[in-house]
């Protein structure tokens, strides 16, 4: 029997996470306890290399526990064998990065089908079209990276983030590389369809007026919550 409470989307019990760089071991996460409740939008802050990025992606499965458990509605994600977890990842998890990270070679339309074709999911072009109009890129669909602007770019990686329609949205920076203007529209935008979707949003900042959006906001100091 779970004792979490119902809305509980995530969980961390004592979370240690190691990197290991080619001379040393780093410890970026030292012990994290977090309840994340679903449909609420939640900020990380904290200065530059506190961890925010790996707590971002240890939730997201892309990075791997030390020591510590991870639930994903009551269901452990620490132990997961790499295909499971790559699954846990695409039908659960939208990732919005600083740096777009779209693939050069593939069109506005086929990145935002990319993690469906990753999971050999059903694409239904229709559907990315619809979404590629809702970030505003009706007219950019057959258009490649290169030839987009930089607010175009993470327009594309936030439809490709909401493809599979996930319940926890990460966004890591995501208007880090962006202009006053765009970023306006971005987070406005991130807002906006984490409503719409009914998902769960975690966004790492160091704005503080955008941690101020959120429900609520942890601040990491050197691998814990302060
Ligand atoms: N691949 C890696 N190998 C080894 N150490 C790493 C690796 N990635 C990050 N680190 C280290 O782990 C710590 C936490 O890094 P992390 O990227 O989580 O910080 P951050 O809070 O996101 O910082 P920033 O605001 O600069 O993005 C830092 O000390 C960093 O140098
Ligand atoms: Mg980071």
Same mark, same amino acid.
């Given at each position: ?21 080619? %001379?040393?071991?780093? !410890?970026?996460?030292? +012990?994290? $306890?977090?309840?994340?409740? @679903? $449909? ?19 939730? @997201?499965? =892309? ?39 779209? =693939?050069?070679?593939?069109? @506005?339309? #086929? $990145? ?13 072009? !229709? ?5 590629? /109009?809702? %970030? +505003? =890129? ?17 327009? %594309? @990686?936030?439809?490709? &983030?909401?493809? &599979? &329609?996930? #319940?926890? =949205?990460?966004?890591? #920076?995501?208007? +880090? ?20 979707? !009914? ?16 429900? /609520? ?10």
């Amino acid at each position: 029997m779970s004792i979490m409470k119902q809305n509980t989307i995530i969980k961390l019990e004592n979370v240690h996470v190691n990197l290991k760089s080619n %001379v040393e071991t780093i !410890k970026a996460l030292k +012990g994290i $306890n977090l309840n994340i409740l @679903a $449909n609420r939008s939640i900020s990380i802050m904290g200065h530059s290399g506190a961890g925010k990025s790996t707590l971002a992606m240890t939730i @997201a499965g =892309l990075e791997s526990v030390t020591e510590g458990k991870v639930f994903y509605k009551g269901k452990a994600i620490h132990d997961l064998k790499e295909d499971e977890l790559a699954d846990y990842r695409s039908k659960n998890v939208g990732i919005i990065f600083q740096s777009f990270n779209l =693939l050069p070679s593939m069109t @506005a339309l #086929e $990145n935002v089908n990319l993690p469906l074709e990753i999971s050999r999911d059903f694409i239904d072009d !229709k559907k990315s079209i619809k979404l590629l /109009e809702t %970030v +505003g =890129l009706k007219n950019r669909v057959s258009h490649y990276p290169h030839e987009l602007s930089g607010g175009e770019q993470q327009r %594309v @990686a936030i439809a490709r &983030s909401l493809i &599979s &329609s996930p #319940e926890i =949205l990460i966004a890591d #920076e995501p208007t +880090g590389n962006l202009d006053k203007k765009n970023s306006k529209e971005v987070i406005e935008l991130i807002f906006q369809l984490q409503k719409n979707h !009914k998902s769960t949003l975690i966004l790492v900042t160091h704005d503080k007026s955008l941690a101020d959006l959120c429900d /609520e906001t942890i601040t990491l100091d050197n691998g814990l919550i302060i």
